[in-house]
């Protein structure tokens, strides 16, 4: 089944229901990527979530110099889960490496989700970026170069298994604008275990602009999805591992 392995340096005991952690790092179970790099960390028994019908902890968290904070609540039904995340740097989360994105790139975002004991996840994240530059997108290969990234925002939601009792992630904005390209993606991911399984089905559009426009080479290897208005429709199909791969 799926889950995460951690790993750390060592932990200690924090005064009155607390244990704080140093050199965290998180794994996929499956595959064995790394997630998280985490600086340190510190996670409380909250008493308070006993009044609500289960048993809670808040956290904290630092990764690379960024706040990472939020609780997680264990009911008979399932498992509540919030995330808040302030300044978080891309070093901080490996398996986004391969976007090319500069160490300068800092990230803000919400997390709210239920694991239940059985079934689908379902709940909301949504993430703002901004910052950096050099970053890339990749399409089969073929780098198209993002330039410094103004700004980057990603919503997504994982909703109730469908008629077949799979368990889908909808995409509903990933919008990227750089110095030399502008690109929004939107679809659907069906989550498979390990998730590098998991179907994607999803659809890019891409407008270049600045120096990008000058590049003649690389816009001919998408030539074939131009639409009139100068936008490039990519097709973003197959499993996760191979469209995040630089193959």
């Known amino acids: 089944s799926a889950g995460i392995k951690a790993g750390m340096q060592g932990f200690d005991r ?3 229901f607390g244990l704080s952690a140093e050199g965290i790092v998180l794994k996929d179970a499956s595959s064995g990527r790394v997630l998280f ?7 409380g028994f909250n008493p308070v979530s006993i009044l609500s019908g289960g ?9 690379n110099g960024g706040l990472v904070s939020g609780s997680v609540l264990q009911r008979l039904s399932g498992r509540f889960v919030d995330m808040k995340m302030e300044g978080v740097s ?9 976007l090319r994105v500069s160490a300068g790139v800092l990230f803000d975002g919400d997390l709210s989700i239920k694991l239940p004991e059985n079934g689908c996840a379902t709940g909301e994240l949504r993430l703002a970026g901004r910052g950096g530059s050099g970053a890339e997108v990749r399409l089969g290969g073929i780098p198209l170069p993002v ?3 103004d700004s980057a925002v990603l919503e997504a939601v994982a909703s109730r298994p ?36 998991s179907i994607v089905d999803m659809v ?3 407008r270049p602009k600045g120096r990008l426009l000058k590049k003649g080479f690389l816009l001919s290897l998408i030539e074939d999805y131009r639409t009139g208005d100068g936008i490039y429709r990519v097709p973003v199909k197959g499993r996760l591992g191979e469209v995040m791969s630089d193959g």
């Open 90 to 98: 891309i070093l901080a989360i490996p398996a986004l490496e391969r």
């Open 55 to 63: 048993i809670g902890v808040d956290y904290k968290a630092s990764l």
């Open 204 to 206: 890019i559009d891409i």
């Open 147 to 149: 330039g410094g990234l």
């Open 162 to 197: 469908d008629a077949a009792g799979e368990c889908h992630v909808e995409l509903k904005r990933l919008w990227l604008k750089g110095g030399e390209i502008e690109a929004q993606m939107h679809g659907s991911l069906k989550v498979k275990d390990p998730i590098e399984a």
């Open 14 to 16: 924090v005064f009155p």
């Open 37 to 43: 790099n985490i600086d340190g960390a510190w996670v």
